[in-house]
């Protein structure tokens, strides 16, 4: 049968089984996903009508992970209407991998010089390619562009003492990998016995998965740098992601701060990094902090544009020794005076609720207060060591007094917990009758005067106040409170939630 007789007789077909059929082709899930033809490309599929064209293109090019390798062709083949069929972009940098006569040695300045070459040589070409995406007009007004992901690993580290990282290293922002260990590890000079790691990582074992405290950072010396002299702006993404996927932080004064200041549209930022390591020769998590003010300070409070900031600070015992974290007290001021004008922020395990809520403290001078009112804010959520049986009812009180310049406010969720504790403050507006929550394994109860505090919040609604008990052995660790938040699908994005409930059972 000829290709044109072909097409005509699919032609003929109503409209509703050619759609059946098709998606027959790209559905994984289906029962036909099994059959010998499932295992063609489906790019070959394009190649059969403009119908089918149009139809797998679309899938095609939805999600792009790409290889800093894979930028000339990134350039070359999204042209045109393929443009608006992408959704999501994951720049996933591969560093040059490394074997057991360095993996327990912290990079060479040779090295870090190496990786940042090809961080700077990679972002700078993305954004050249990105740059020019709006102005052919693909994207109409107002429509959203593609969600941007960065991360950046050796395919080394899960090879020596961060095999664990095996299990998740081919995740993706929006599914699992079938991947990582069929069988228990067992490796006794990476500290592995049948499958769990009686040998903790020595510092510079640690500085080799987690790079240079300071991160990854442009070097203008990097030939793509030298060539553009300015990193281009970009107007088509409106997110930026850094998931938990992989160790390594990137600089925010050399990196996070100009990339940022040039996605000029950007209006979400889902923020994953991992805590600093403390070694004997510095604190990484005090240089990450310092970072992080910055990122508060200045970026968060000159991008205009963003409405939506989720940041979630993880820790790992086999890396962080301290189970408690020391406050750094400026973040939570700078985050409350910087996000201002968000609809949503979520701080979780860098940032103390009593320090955003600092100019409402008791015995404050009231002047602090002067310019903060969040009239956007819809979702806020935050943790803090005062949720504890002694302070609780002061910070639930504080909290009332800030949510009073919150009109919009929907749900605000504080929480706290480790292992063999929790306790979680909810407050939720619901129709004609708003509702707080006090959840803990002590079984805590609000005073009357936080109630009455939350009252004035609610607007004289009736207010339902409700305490729950937890039973503490059930908080195995941070983790073990995310199963009890509402707000927890928008603390952390979904493959990173999965991700960290599924290693805590390990």
């Known amino acids: 049968m000829s290709l044109q007789s072909s097409t005509t007789c699919w032609g003929r077909l109503p409209p509703e089984l050619r759609m059946i059929a098709l998606e027959m082709l790209v559905e994984p899930n289906s029962e036909q996903s099994t059959s010998p033809w499932r295992k063609h490309n489906q790019s070959a599929y394009a190649a ?14 939805q999600r792009l992970t790409i290889h800093q390798s894979d930028l000339l062709e990134l350039g070359r083949i999204v042209q045109g209407q393929r443009r608006m069929f992408v959704k999501w972009i994951w720049l996933r940098l591969e560093l040059p991998e490394y074997d057991c006569k360095c993996c327990n040695k912290q990079e060479s300045s040779k090295e870090i010089r190496s990786h940042n070459f090809v961080f700077t040589n990679a972002l700078w070409d993305l954004f050249a390619i990105l740059s020019t995406w709006e102005k052919k007009g693909e994207f109409g007004v107002g429509e959203r562009g593609p969600t941007l992901e960065l991360s950046a690993h ?13 299990s998740r290293i081919n995740d993706t922002a929006w599914s699992r990998s079938r991947g990582g260990p069929k069988k228990r590890h067992h490796d006794c000079a990476h500290g592995w016995k049948k499958g769990r790691q009686t040998r903790w990582s020595r510092d510079d074992a640690k500085m080799r998965v987690f790079g240079h405290p300071g ?22 993404i409106k997110s930026l992601v850094i998931r938990r996927q992989f160790y390594r932080a990137f600089s925010v004064a050399k990196a996070l701060q100009p990339i940022i200041q040039c996605l000029t549209q950007l209006e979400n930022f889902i923020y994953e990094p991992w805590r600093g390591i403390d070694t004997k020769g510095h604190s990484g998590r005090a240089i990450r902090d310092m970072e992080h003010h910055l990122l508060f300070l ?8 963003l409405r939506r900031v989720s940041i979630f ?5 086999v890396f962080h020794w301290r189970r408690e974290r020391r406050r750094y007290t400026l973040l939570g001021e700078d985050l409350a005076r910087s996000s201002r004008n968000f609809e949503e922020l979520h701080a979780s395990l860098n940032v103390d609720a009593k320090d955003f809520f600092h100019a409402f403290w008791p015995g404050q001078d009231p002047k602090a207060k002067k310019g903060l009112e969040w009239k956007n804010l819809k979702y806020l959520s935050l943790t803090s060591h005062w949720l504890n049986p002694w302070d609780c009812d002061q910070l639930v009180r504080t909290a009332a007094a800030a949510a009073q310049r919150m009109p919009q406010l929907e749900i605000m969720e504080l929480w706290n917990g480790g292992e063999g504790h929790l306790c979680i403050f909810r407050y939720e507006r619901q129709v004609n009758r708003p509702r707080i929550q006090l959840v803990s394994t002590w079984g805590g109860q609000l005073g009357a005067q936080a109630r009455a505090c939350w009252r004035v919040v609610a607007r004289e609604h009736e207010l339902q106040a409700e305490p729950f008990y937890l039973d503490a052995s059930l908080i195995k660790s941070h983790v073990s409170v995310l199963h009890y938040l509402v707000l927890k699908r928008r603390l952390l994005s979904e493959i990173s939630l999965q991700q960290m409930q599924t290693e805590a059972k390990r």
């Not at 797998?56 to 090019?61: A, K, L, M, S, Y």
């Not at 020596?160 to 990282?165: D, E, G, P, S, Y």
């Open 154 to 166: 050796s395919p080394s580290d899960s090879k020596h003492f961060r095999t664990k990282l095996d």
């Open 298 to 305: 200045d970026v968060f409070k000159y991008r205009r544009s």
């Open 48 to 61: 059969v009508c403009r119908e089918w064209q149009y139809f797998f293109e679309r899938t095609n090019f």
């Open 215 to 236: 991160g990854l950072k442009f070097d203008l010396r990097a030939p793509s740098a030298r060539k553009m002299r300015t990193l281009p702006k970009v107007r088509v």
């Open 313 to 317: 600070e993880d820790f790992n015992y």
